[in-house]
């Protein structure tokens, strides 16, 4: 007896298996639909509005460095740098060849003149196929400062502005929608993607809407219902903790009274609950402005409460201050958060009050700018208007010894680090993230959805 059916079970494996291989395999076309709470009204580095708006930018403009996982500076519009002895001027060669959507090529003046627009004290000029910086004093840590989101380089023309990135705008209605397409001349390699589609100014439930009615393919998801979400069978992405929540006082201590005060209200507070219960773990108690992921020694900043020591402090107060607490009234999370702390105040027979006008001191949540620890504390601390961080060297050391004198002025109380956390659609392939949460859309793909 013959067995007919074999060559064709062998032949329909086969087909199969070919269909499935290609199903998985890299190819290019689709548009990738994407939702964003940020309303952003310029595309401008120099006016961004929110860090939202960093994933934008980096489809639209390049830096002369970028950073790897680890902080590292790499080669991107620059392919080469070198400091003079003491690192107070630079040379940075440029890449050849690369041009504008519009056929202009990138030149050391374009470079200079973008440069100059976001560092008005900077010395920058042009020499041969090289741009120069001048400091005025060493900065060796120039290379990693370069790959800052306002370091990116723009071409300004009419007012119209361009980049050098792997996407050109095609349309742009400023707070609502923002429509790509790719290039397919980038000097990085042309993306994967036709076209990135970004609706603007969306609320977490108006993503959540649209993604489960397949309108958005990837979209934000708050922190505190990452989890949740992901219970739900969804396919949740999340960052380390690369956003600080703290709380940031308008002025230094006027007096010993106040200075106790500050460590009560310090004492006093409970971030494991803050985090467990109110974030739903999502983020990490902070007793520190960096993350320890960044820089190895957070866990030798304290996070627990200490009510009774709290108590101690404030009793060395005849009278306490009444402060009022000021949050974003717009954000239900952080009326929850400041609503605890004002708990957590009280039992420590400190006087806190919320307060949607001027306030004593604030509650407050920023990103974190750079994987360069610190560029990091150099950026967080001009975000939180803090007197500028001196760092004397390189080492961790160094980085220690001026983040705990941060500490040591009162301004600042670290509560939390938080992640920050996406859905993605199983339709996209290939999906990663920088360390610092940043999006490579670039890498992207789309398959067709599986019936």
Excluded: C
């Excluded at 990663?432 to 793909?445: E, F, H, I, K, T």
């Amino acid at each position: 007896m013959k067995h007919r059916g074999f060559p064709l079970l062998v032949t329909v494996s086969l087909v199969l298996a070919v269909v499935a291989g290609a199903a998985t395999r890299p190819h290019y076309g689709g548009t990738l639909h994407v939702g964003l709470r940020t309303a952003p009204t310029s595309l401008d580095p120099n006016r961004a509005e929110s860090v939202a708006s960093e994933n934008l930018f980096h489809l639209i403009f390049d830096t002369l460095v970028t950073l790897d996982d680890q902080g590292r500076p790499l080669p991107a519009l620059a392919t080469a740098w070198q400091a003079e002895s003491g690192s107070q001027r630079w040379q940075f060669s440029l890449r050849r060849e690369i041009t504008f959507p519009d056929g202009t090529p990138l030149t050391p003046e374009v470079v200079v003149t973008s440069l100059r627009a976001a560092n008005p004290t900077w010395k920058v000029f042009a020499t041969n196929d090289a741009v120069v910086i001048e400091r005025d004093s060493p900065e060796p840590d120039l290379p990693p400062e370069l790959a800052l989101p306002r370091n990116n380089i723009v071409k300004r023309e009419g007012g119209k502005i361009a980049g050098t990135g792997p996407f050109v705008i095609t349309q742009w209605d400023p707070g609502r929608k923002l429509v790509l397409a790719a290039r397919d001349d980038y000097w990085g390699g042309r993306p994967f993607l036709d076209a990135i589609e970004v609706e603007l100014g969306k609320n977490f439930r108006e993503q959540m809407v649209s993604f489960d009615l397949g309108k958005a393919q990837v979209i934000e998801v708050a922190p505190e219902q990452a989890r949740r979400v992901a219970t739900g069978g969804e396919r949740i992405e999340t960052s380390p903790p690369i956003e600080l929540l703290a709380l940031v006082f308008n002025h230094d201590p006027q007096s010993v009274a106040d200075s106790k005060q500050r460590d009560a209200l310090s004492l006093s507070i409970d971030r494991r609950l803050l985090n467990s219960v109110v974030m739903q773990d999502g983020g990490e108690p902070a007793g520190n402005l960096l993350p320890n992921w960044m820089t190895g020694y957070g866990f030798l900043f304290p996070v627990d409460p200490n009510l009774t020591r709290a108590q101690q402090e404030r009793a060395e107060v005849p009278e306490t201050t009444a402060w009022n607490l000021g949050f974003d009234a717009n954000d239900p999370i952080e009326r929850v958060l400041a609503e605890r702390i004002v708990l957590n105040a009280r039992d420590a027979g400190l006087r806190l009050q919320l307060a949607t006008g001027p306030s004593d001191v604030r509650l407050v949540r920023v990103p974190l700018t750079s994987l360069d620890a610190q560029i990091a504390l150099t950026e967080l601390t001009a975000s939180l208007g803090l007197p500028q961080v001196k760092i004397k060297g390189n080492s961790v050391d160094d980085l220690y010894t001026a983040e705990s004198a941060l500490l040591k002025s009162q301004r600042v109380i670290p509560l939390l680090h938080l992640r920050t956390a996406g859905a993605v659609s199983k339709t996209v392939r290939n999906w990663s993230r920088a360390r610092d949460g940043a999006w490579r859309l670039p890498d992207v793909w789309l398959a067709a959805e599986r019936p």
